[in-house]
Each structure stands twice: as structure tokens, then as C-alpha cells.
Antibody, heavy 123, light 111 residues
Framework: QVHLVESGGGVVQPGRSLRLSCAAS????????FHWVRQAPGKGLEWVSI????????HYADSVKGRFVMSRDNSKNVVYLQMDSLRAEDTAIYYC????????????????WGQGTLVTVSS | QSVLTQPPSVSGAPGQRVTISCIGS?????????VHWYQHLPGTAPQLLIY???NRPSGVPDRFSASKSGTSASLAITGLQAEDEADYYC???????????FGGGTKLTVL
């Protein structure tokens, strides 16, 4: 049974950092790419980033490029999102999602999602 | 404003059929990239409803179907049930932006 569990959210001041984690279980972790997707209060879903199954590529939305870094530890079955220089507009629920497709073919879709972790950026 | 355009809301009575459109452009849906659909109940994890334009994951009722043509796609829900009340999102890839795109979302109300 596939499980994705996010953690690390919380309240942080603008300009500070936070690291989110996504612990996976129930499947062969190293075979899959993962994404972070967020939802700001009252808004729709927004794609944030992807990391390939073998850590060979990472891609980011323009809104977070240069501030967020995605990584993975295949020995621990965990994906991370290091978020630096946080802004008020980064306030959102952050979801981890497994990629059932292939980014390079433009077929990425998300077959399993975590429950999300709330990040609030406020002074 | 999303690059993939969905109606903000649709509604229907129990048992009826509703459709949700997703209008893209020549750099995403029109370029041949797959369209996927998700159901999202607030406070829960989004659920994949349709992948690869027309395919249902196991466990998704056949009341849900989808199609794609040109630069647009649509999701159809037949035999509406109260439990279908949720937000629905289309998703694709955009080659000019090199990003995954979500539509703005459509809130389905079952009357």
C-alpha cells in the first residue's frame, strides 16, 4: 500500500528557511520521480518542483527558482524540499506526489499524494 | 490567470451529467501533451481521476470519463452523486514554459 507522509511545515518569518520532508513507503522508492505541489489559501493547485528517480534532474517553477531546492535520499525513502528566503506568497499547503509518467516525454502525472503540510510565512 | 482555463464552477442535480472543460494552447494540450484530471476535496489529498487523456486508474468509477481534441479537453461525470461534490483540476505539460500546469480548478456543486 502506497503511503506518502509530509512533515516539516509550520509558521516561519519572511526571509527565513524551512525544510519539508516526504516519507514514502509501500513501493520501490528509487524507481519513481517525485513532485511538490502547493495550494495557497483559497487558490488552486500550483506545481512547485520535480526530482527524477535517479536524482539526475530537478526542475522548478519560476516562482521558487533560486530559493527552493529539492533533494532525495534513496536509502531512507525520503524526498525533501529546502525552502529559503521565504515570502508571504509561499504560504500554502505543500503536497508531495509520486510521478506515474515521464517528465522528459511530457507525460508527468501524479498517482499518489500525501495529505500535505501547511507552511505559513508571516511576521 | 492559469494557462489552462477551466470554468470556476459547474452544478447539476443528482443523476444528471455534467462536463468540465479545460482550454489550453498550442504549447501544451495542442502540442499533444497528455491531459490528466484530479478530484480534490478540501483538507484531503487530491486523487487522480483520469491519466493519459482518457484512462481511469483502478478504483475510479466509470461514471468519470474524459476526452481531448485540439487545444482542449473535457471531463464528464454521469449519474451525479452527492459525493462527487469537490474541486476538479486538469493538468498538462507546457513545452514553452517547461513546467507542469494545472487548470484553475472547477468547483462542482451537486444541487
Amino acid at each position: 500500500q502506497v503511503h506518502l507522509v509530509e512533515s516539516g511545515g509550520g509558521v516561519v518569518q519572511p526571509g527565513r528557511s524551512l525544510r519539508l520532508s516526504c516519507a514514502a513507503s509501500g513501493f520501490t522508492f528509487s524507481n519513481y520521480g517525485f513532485h511538490w505541489v502547493r495550494q495557497a489559501p483559497g487558490k488552486g493547485l500550483e506545481w512547485v518542483s520535480i526530482i527524477f528517480y535517479d536524482d539526475s534532474q530537478k526542475h522548478y517553477a519560476d516562482s521558487v527558482k533560486g530559493r527552493f531546492v529539492m533533494s532525495r535520499d534513496n536509502s531512507k525513502n525520503v524526498v525533501y524540499l529546502q525552502m529559503d528566503s521565504l515570502r508571504a506568497e509561499d504560504t500554502a499547503i505543500y503536497y508531495c506526489a509520486r510521478d506515474r509518467g515521464h517528465w522528459t516525454r511530457g507525460t508527468s502525472s501524479f498517482d499518489y499524494w500525501g495529505q500535505g503540510t501547511l507552511v505559513t510565512v508571516s511576521s | 490567470q492559469s494557462v489552462l482555463t477551466q470554468p470556476p464552477s459547474v452544478s447539476g442535480a443528482p443523476g444528471q451529467r455534467v462536463t468540465i472543460s479545460c482550454i489550453g494552447s498550442s504549447s501544451n494540450i495542442g502540442a499533444g501533451y497528455d491531459v490528466h484530471w484530479y478530484q480534490h476535496l478540501p483538507g484531503t489529498a487530491p486523487q487522480l481521476l483520469i491519466y493519459g487523456n482518457i484512462n481511469r486508474p483502478s478504483g475510479v468509477p466509470d461514471r468519470f470519463s474524459a476526452s481531448k481534441s485540439g487545444t482542449s479537453a473535457s471531463l464528464a461525470i454521469t449519474g451525479l452523486q452527492a459525493e462527487d461534490e469537490a474541486d476538479y483540476y486538469c493538468q498538462s505539460y507546457d513545452s514553452s514554459l517547461s513546467v507542469v500546469l494545472f487548470g484553475g480548478g472547477t468547483k462542482l456543486t451537486v444541487l
